[in-house]
């Protein structure tokens, strides 16, 4: 049986909300941005539908405004150690470093934990040990292989945040495979070469010398202002940025699919994750375009649009009827309540 | 329960009851449910029967804010949760605090909606106009000393790096506008001479600049010494002692601080690309902000020259050299961090005509 993931979510009413926070979290310095994070998030888990019931968002404000103020408080130390005794801020700042994968791990075990559907909580099991490897040893790893491995490093942070994760008690295995992530490394690379080279080319053809340094950048600005059409130059780099912008859209388009399509809960129910590449990218850059023109008025009905697409392109394939199962599922014990604080800050951008 | 009820009965009903969910602490079976209050105490049946699923006196209950048309969220003290999306109902019937209400009154989409929007837009405006110069200002006086210390010492070695190499000046001429800078220093005020501003020569390939940082060390370069007059030379480290006297580099830092927190507010914790992008247009505003330092650092560049007994004019002939000058490539430098040479001549004019001295002649 398939179900739809349906977001009843509204522009409007979101705009209301969005509007609101701003002002109040400006009026009390700050200090109601943690009231306006649980509106926010209750309003988009509220109205996201699977089966004709929703998802609940259950954090407390003091216990996220708690977390703020410690990250706040521990960089304020941070830096006034490092006026004062810079041997110590750094030592400090090893410590933080360390302290990462416990934050993640942490942050997203807050997150799960608050996180309910059909009254039954998200929890989150990752440990230390797997954040440091996923989040810190193997994107540094990453680094001697050029960057080849990044897809593997891609599939090694979304199997720590989506295998941990539990509904009620029940596991989420995931194989997600990597050949896509590579299809878009392999064409961006060589698009990036192909675009690069061809602009070097012109750039050469324009300013003999350029490139083999006998054109100083301050030879090549007097160069410009002497013949405009020189001036142009500048912008050529425009080609290549957009398309790091595609093919990192593309890159996270391609991944969620491959992970949300590869997911299985409780060994009978199965995702399907549908997100085009081209409207994607439309939505994300024309959404953009039309909150600069608004002067971010539009950001409200921008967030709505995207999170309806994302929705709308995301399946659940249940193994028999979702009420049901629901209800055979419990809690992991110790969930509720459990959490003194919200660890957040660290996001992982987890698909799920 | 065989015959149906009548209408009045129906709406009296509602008036005292709330259909929705019930769901046992932490499961997820649900069972259609009604709420009822009586006096002082909340109880919860099933729709269709009468066993009692759960009840507790009322103020125990935890209810949800209410939230656009978001499910309200009723749990009790054992854990079990009604859930229900009568919005009107769970507000008459268990109630909701002054607090909730007024948020949900301002928030839904009303007419007065536009108003809060104004009223949010001259917020963020007047954050951004006055908020935040005031913040800057007292985050400026309250900065300990090491931490500007340490703040130039890493900008210093980030310039040494990119662009800065040992100057090929002589001794003598080092010497000699050493002695320049040491009788201006002698005339600032007591801020500056605190920081004890040192005086660095320089090769760079930027052609003819100079620098302050934030601690009163102040850069000139080779090309500046060679191309320009001791006076016009000595009317650049005016200049730069302004921008110590005013603390800008440390007002630049804060201010882009203060703007980062104030986009990061408005985009949300969502980042994505506006964000990024938003704040590159923040970068731009520093830039006209930084203009604006500029001519502060003029006007007490010609106060300071008038003060030391020196032409305050050189400023503005060092102004004209550098625009006549474009065909020489060593300007190029000044002219990209220094824009709008003629309006600042003007203005250099403008300030030496306020400031000279009274009685004496006319140039």
Redesign the interface.
């Known amino acids: 049986m398939q179900h739809d993931v349906e977001f009843?979510g509204?522009a409007?009413?979101?705009?209301?909300?969005?509007?609101?926070n701003?002002?109040?979290?400006?009026?009390t310095l700050?200090i109601y941005?943690a009231w306006a994070?649980v509106?926010?998030r209750?309003?988009f888990y509220?109205?996201t539908f699977i089966d004709g019931a929703?998802f609940?968002y259950h954090a407390r404000p003091l216990q996220i405004l708690i977390g703020r103020i410690i990250v706040v408080a521990a960089l304020t130390v941070y830096?006034?150690l490092?006026?004062?005794l810079?041997l110590v801020a750094a030592v400090l700042a090893l410590i933080y470093l360390g302290l990462v994968p416990y934050l993640v791990s942490r942050g997203l075990r807050f997150d799960r934990r608050v996180t309910s559907?059909?009254?039954?909580?998200f929890d989150f099991v990752g440990g230390y040990g797997g954040a440091f490897w996923s989040f810190i040893l193997l994107p540094f790893l990453n680094i001697f292989t050029l960057f080849l491995a990044t897809p593997f490093v891609t599939r090694q942070i979304s199997h720590y945040v989506t295998r941990n994760t539990r509904y009620?008690d029940r596991p989420i295995e995931a194989q997600m495979p990597v050949g896509g992530l590579y299809g878009v490394f392999g064409v961006t690379v060589l698009l990036v070469l192909l675009t690069a080279g061809s602009l070097v080319a012109v750039m050469a053809a324009a300013v003999p010398g350029l490139f083999t340094g006998e054109v100083?950048?301050?030879?090549l600005?007097?160069l410009m202002?002497q013949d405009p059409r020189l001036a142009v130059l500048p912008f050529l780099a425009i080609p290549i940025y957009l398309l790091f912008?595609i093919a990192a859209l593309a890159y996270f388009v391609v991944g969620r699919n491959a992970l949300m399509n590869a997911m299985v809960l409780d060994r009978i129910h199965r995702f399907r994750s549908s997100v085009s590449i081209t409207r994607f990218s439309w939505i994300?850059i024309s959404?953009?375009l039309v909150?600069?023109v608004t002067l971010?008025?539009m950001?409200p009905w921008?967030?709505i649009r995207v999170t309806r697409y994302m929705c709308d392109q995301t399946k659940l394939i249940a193994g028999g009827p979702l009420?049901a199962?629901?209800?055979?599922?419990?809690?992991s014990s110790g969930?509720?309540g459990a959490e003194f604080m919200d660890l957040e800050g660290v996001?992982v951008g987890a698909a799920f | 329960m065989s015959a149906p009820h009548s209408d009045d009965d129906g709406a009296a009903r509602h008036l005292t009851e709330l259909r929705g969910e019930w769901?046992p602490t932490?499961?997820?079976?649900?069972t259609p449910a009604r709420l009822r209050g009586v006096g002082k105490q909340a109880y919860v049946h099933e729709v269709d029967g009468k066993r009692l699923l759960t009840s507790a006196a009322r103020e125990d209950l935890d209810i949800?804010?209410r939230?656009?048309?978001?499910?309200r969220?009723t749990t009790f003290p054992d854990?079990s949760?009604f859930?229900t999306y009568d919005d009107d109902g769970v507000d008459r019937l268990i109630g909701t605090s002054d607090f909730s209400r007024l948020?949900n009154w301002?928030?839904?989409?009303h007419p007065r909606?536009l108003l809060?929007?104004l009223?949010?837009i001259a917020?963020?405006i007047g954050?951004y106009r006055y908020g935040i110069p005031v913040l800057v200002t007292v985050a400026v006086a309250v900065t300990?000393q090491?931490?500007v210390e340490?703040v130039s010492d890493a900008a210093l070695q980030g310039i040494e790096r990119q662009m800065l190499s040992p100057t090929r000046l002589s001794d003598a001429r080092q010497q000699d506008l050493s002695e320049v800078f040491e009788d201006l220093i002698v005339l600032t005020s007591g801020a500056v001479q605190a920081r004890d501003p040192v005086l660095l020569f320089r090769d760079a390939?930027?052609?003819a600049n100079a620098f302050a940082l934030p601690d009163g060390t102040i850069i000139v370069t080779d090309d500046l010494v060679r191309q320009f007059s001791e006076e016009e030379v000595a009317a650049v480290m005016a200049h730069e002692l302004g921008h110590v006297e005013y603390q800008h580099g440390l007002r630049l830092l804060y201010r882009s601080v203060g703007l980062f927190a104030l986009i990061t507010?408005?985009?949300?914790?969502?980042?994505?690309?506006?964000n990024d992008?938003?704040l590159q247009g923040g970068a731009l505003v520093a830039l006209a902000y930084s203009r604006e330092h500029e001519h502060e650092a003029d006007a007490y560049a010609v106060d300071l020259m008038i003060t030391a007994g020196r032409d305050p004019m050189a400023l503005a002939t060092f102004f004209e050299k550098i625009s006549e000058e474009?065909s020489s490539?060593?300007a190029?430098?000044w002219l990209?961090t220094h824009p709008e040479t003629d309006e600042r001549i003007d203005a250099v004019r403008e300030r030496i005509g306020q400031q000279r001295p009274v009685g004496s002649t006319p140039l």
């Open positions: 009843r509204q409007g009413a979101y705009f209301g909300i969005w509007i609101v701003i002002v109040l979290t400006v009026l700050g941005s994070k509106r926010t209750r309003y509220g109205n929703a609940d830096v006034i490092s006026g004062l810079p559907y059909r009254n039954v909580r009620g100083s950048p301050a030879e600005e007097f202002a912008i994300t959404n953009f909150c600069v971010a008025l950001i921008a967030r009420d199962y629901a209800a055979e599922v419990k809690q969930v509720v996001d | 769901f932490g499961s997820g079976r649900a949800s804010q939230l656009d048309s978001v499910a969220r854990g949760v859930v948020i301002l928030e839904v989409p909606l809060v929007a009223f949010g917020l963020i954050v300990p090491p931490v340490l390939a930027i052609g507010l408005i985009t949300g914790d969502a980042s994505g690309i506006f992008i938003a474009t490539l060593g190029l430098g990209s």
